[in-house]
């Protein structure tokens, strides 16, 4: 029986002040496993107002980007669903030369973690990007975003071919010493086929789930919700798939790190997520009803994992099914 198996039977008496919140994703070492969701916190420097300091985060992943500057999608962008939220952003951004010159010297050192998402318009293009941000100082890792639904028309021309992943991966690789992570899409046959292409390119790690491809309309007088007509939905209706998904690729690649991400609102949720393998959450739509959401579930997580007797964030990695 693990180590963590055993702390969970037994429930042990123990102090929040007691508990440990590090992880490990690969190479990486963060302070405790709450990250940001790309796109969903701006470049980060939004969320100061709402959280003091960015160093709250176990790692802030900034919004995407790209080589050139994108004005993103047409408007509407975003559509409320009952359970969760549709969006058509479109990767805007003023493309990674301004980022280079005039958001890194900002955002450097503010946070524990910093992680830069991005998105290449050909597979080339990502390892184009990643060389450029290699030789950047206040850098910790790289998030590739091959699986935004968002953009050529929703085809996901990298997310869906194992062989296209492998080569995108293995070429990022080739040109940085940064910590990859790769970042999966849902709208796929086989996450973990996907999974285990990103692996043997030489990810450190993969985050998912990206957005699930979706639409609303307005029957009255038929017009789409967005201006793409199709986007990707995200928030608490997609948690179950997210779960399903992470504990998939766990289950079939049990070394390789995984961040799990989808419809995460509360420590219950993020914590769902660890207890079926995921290293650390990213917490995204969340930010919308509550830009101070990550600096509070921080606050309450020792308490949380010591009512169970965990004295570790690690202590509860992995426990689906331990008795």
């Not at 993969?206 to 995200?234: D, E, H, Q």
């Not at 579930?297 to 964030?313: D, F, T």
Request: with cysteine; proline share 7%.
């Amino acid at each position: 029986m693990s180590s963590h198996s055993a702390e969970s039977v037994t429930q042990q008496e123990v102090r929040p002040e007691e508990v440990d919140l590090r992880v490990k994703i690969g190479p990486l070492e963060l302070a405790n496993p709450l990250m940001t969701a790309s796109g969903t916190a701006g470049l980060g420097l939004e969320m100061e107002p709402f959280w003091g300091s960015l160093s709250v985060a176990g790692a802030v992943v900034v919004k995407t980007i790209t080589k050139k500057a994108r004005r993103g999608n047409p408007m509407p962008r975003l559509a409320e669903t009952p359970s969760g939220l549709l969006n058509s952003i479109g990767l805007p951004n003023k493309g990674i030369d301004h980022f280079i010159a005039q958001v890194l010297p900002q955002l450097s050192g503010r946070a524990q973690c910093l992680i830069v998402n991005l998105a290449g318009g050909s597979a080339d293009e990502f390892a184009e990007l990643a060389a450029q941000l290699d030789r950047c100082e206040g850098i910790d890792a790289l998030e590739l975003n091959v699986s935004c639904p968002n953009v050529e028309g929703g085809n996901l021309p990298f997310a869906r071919d194992p062989d296209v992943v492998h080569k995108l991966v293995r070429d990022v690789r080739n040109v940085t010493d940064l910590p990859v992570i790769t970042k999966l899409s849902p709208n796929v046959t086989d996450v973990a086929v996907i999974a285990e292409a990103a692996k043997a390119g030489g990810t450190h790690a993969v985050s998912l789930i990206n957005t699930i491809l979706g639409m609303s309309v307005n029957w009255r007088t038929g017009a789409p919700g967005l201006g793409t007509t199709v986007g990707g939905l995200s928030g608490p209706a997609i948690k179950p798939i997210a779960l399903r998904m992470v504990h998939e690729v766990v289950r079939a690649h049990p070394d390789l790190p995984v961040i799990g991400i989808g419809g995460i609102l509360d420590l219950d949720d993020a914590l769902e997520f660890l207890t079926v393998g995921a290293s650390a959450v990213q917490i995204g739509t969340a930010h919308y009803r509550e830009p101070g959401v990550l600096p509070r579930l921080l606050a309450e997580l020792p308490q949380h994992l010591a009512s169970a007797g965990r004295r570790s964030v690690q202590a509860q990695i992995g426990t689906l099914g331990a008795t």
